[in-house]
């Protein structure tokens, strides 16, 4: 993670297109100027940022099933729950499932665990739109290269469509 | 077995906490009961898993935007309860 930047994925483990599925791992680091006030001598990673995690992981999701035609945008945050506390270090594994994706939004479903034990969870919503911008797209795309996302024939028609933004 | 607009009065309700009997099939759901359009996300969630249809929000939305429906056209209960048995129909067919 690098938290300054709000890149909250490290890594994708598991993609599973057809059950609409995605885990990611993501390592807390040991240093960050958040932790010099969240909090001085008991340093957290904020639970803003365990819900930033599971919507940047649904949000990934999304984007990978939409082919990166579309972008994702977090609109509502239910039931979210911060079960205990994340320090500097741990590795979060965040799972998230597509529960429906309607006419301009999505719903999702998604949790977190640290070495098994769940930590976070929540029904997350995201608006979704064309791309306001085209290089908003392209940084997304290089999200997907950097945490590893499987790109399959996504990556081709991706490169056919450059620029190129549809409505799927 | 409920009407289609019994069903979707009942999701306003619960969703947006409105006294079940201050909506009526002549309600506008943004004029008269003051939904707004994220509430109107977790509504049309709701509908759809409901009636196993995909309401059709973008087009509608994109429709009044560009004059050529009115929001009464879409979002007057009994309106709106009319286009789900219609996006039922269709998916029998």
Redesign the interface.
Known sequence: MRLEYFQMIDKVVELDLEARTLKTANTVPCESPIFEGHFPGHPLLPGVLLFEIMAQSCGMLLLRLHNYDRMAFLASVDKGKLRTFVVPGQVIDVFARLEHDGSGYARLKAEGRVEGKLVCNADVTLKTMPFPAPELRGYLLSTAERIGMPMGDAVINVAERAGNLTHV | MSTTFETVANIIAETCDIPRENITPESHAIDDLGIDS?DF??I??AI??AFGI??????W?QEVNEGKATTEQYFVLKNLCARIDELIAAKSA
């Open positions: 994220l996300l977790d049309a969630f759809d898993k995909k309401l059709p929000l973008e087009s939305t």
